[in-house]
């Protein structure tokens, strides 16, 4: 059985960094696709990123291109989310999940999806 848990996120000011972890268990990151999602209150769940195992080929949503990075360690088989100089528009869940070869940024295509961890950005 696969299972995806996100840990790392907390209570951060304004310009702040953090670094998500989405550890998996009972499947290799190695030969699948990795994305990260979030979600605000009162809002749908949107794309952040994403990663293929395979290639090591990322993607990202405009709004977070420059400050959020996205990485894998197949050896830890964990797939990270560095994200710096935070906002207070990056305060939400985010969450992790495993995806298809196409159509990444529809959250609707993604599976096995983590619990979420909570990010906070403070003025």
């Known amino acids: 059985q696969v299972h995806l848990v996100e840990s790392g996120g907390g209570l951060v000011q304004v310009g702040g960094s953090l670094r998500l972890s989405c550890a998996a268990s009972?499947?290799?990151?190695?030969?699948?696709?990795l994305g990260w999602f979030r979600q605000a209150p009162g809002k749908e769940r949107e794309f952040v990123a994403t990663?293929?195992?395979?290639?090591?080929?990322?993607a990202y949503r405009d709004s977070v291109k420059g400050r959020f990075t996205i990485s894998g360690d197949n050896v830890k088989n964990t797939v990270y989310l560095q994200i710096n100089n935070l906002k207070a528009e990056d305060t939400a869940v985010y969450y992790c999940?495993?995806?298809?070869?196409?159509?990444?940024?529809?959250?609707?295509?993604?599976?096995?999806w983590g619990p979420g961890t909570q990010v906070t950005v403070s003025p």
């Open positions: 009972g499947r290799t990151i190695s030969g699948v696709r």
């Open positions: 990663i293929m195992g395979s290639s090591g080929t990322t």
């Open positions: 999940a495993m995806g298809p070869t196409l159509g990444f940024t529809d959250a609707k295509r993604y599976y096995n």
